[in-house]
């Protein structure tokens, strides 16, 4: 394990490395993301202090996601072998926001992701900025505007 400080803006992984890392935040803010065929960018999922950052791909193959930071960030970093010395609790919370997010996005109105965003992460929504919340929910930072104004 290896204590790294990190400076807004720098990308700590990028689709198609290999030998990615599990990052423990202590500090700051993490985005993992894809971008897709048209350049767009699709927020997966964000990091604020005490969660786990990590592409869910064994770290022998390829990533299928961008990790960067959006703050500086201090971040402990660790192998990925979620089967010694993780935080078991900090991993199944993780997993539980992933499988929510997927059910909200099969399911759920505009207003009822926001919602859920903000429950999952009130500690974050004043130092993201809206258009990432927006890819972060798949809506329309237009559509964003019209919930929070409702």
Avoid at 17 to 32: A, C, H, I, M, P
Avoid at 52 to 58: C, G, Q, S, W, Y
Avoid at 79 to 107: E, W
Wanted: charged fraction near 30%; avoid cysteine.
């Amino acid at each position: 394990m290896e204590r790294l400080e990190i400076k807004k803006g720098q990308i700590l992984q990028r689709k198609g490395d290999t030998n990615t890392k599990v990052y423990q935040v202590e500090s700051g803010l993490l985005r993992s993301y894809s971008i897709d065929e048209k350049g767009k960018e699709h927020i997966f999922m964000f990091a604020p202090e005490d969660w786990l950052m990590a592409d869910n791909v064994p770290a022998d193959l390829p990533a299928d996601l961008f990790i960067d930071a959006l703050e500086d960030t201090v971040v402990i970093t660790g192998a990925k072998d979620f089967d010694k010395g993780h935080d078991t609790v900090k991993l199944i919370k993780r997993i539980g926001a992933l499988q929510k997010r997927v059910i909200m996005l099969m399911s759920a109105s505009a207003a009822e992701r926001y919602e859920h965003f903000l429950k999952t992460y009130p500690q974050i929504t004043q130092r993201v900025p809206q258009r990432m919340i927006a890819s972060y929910l798949g809506i329309t930072p237009e559509t964003l505007s019209r919930v929070r104004k409702a």
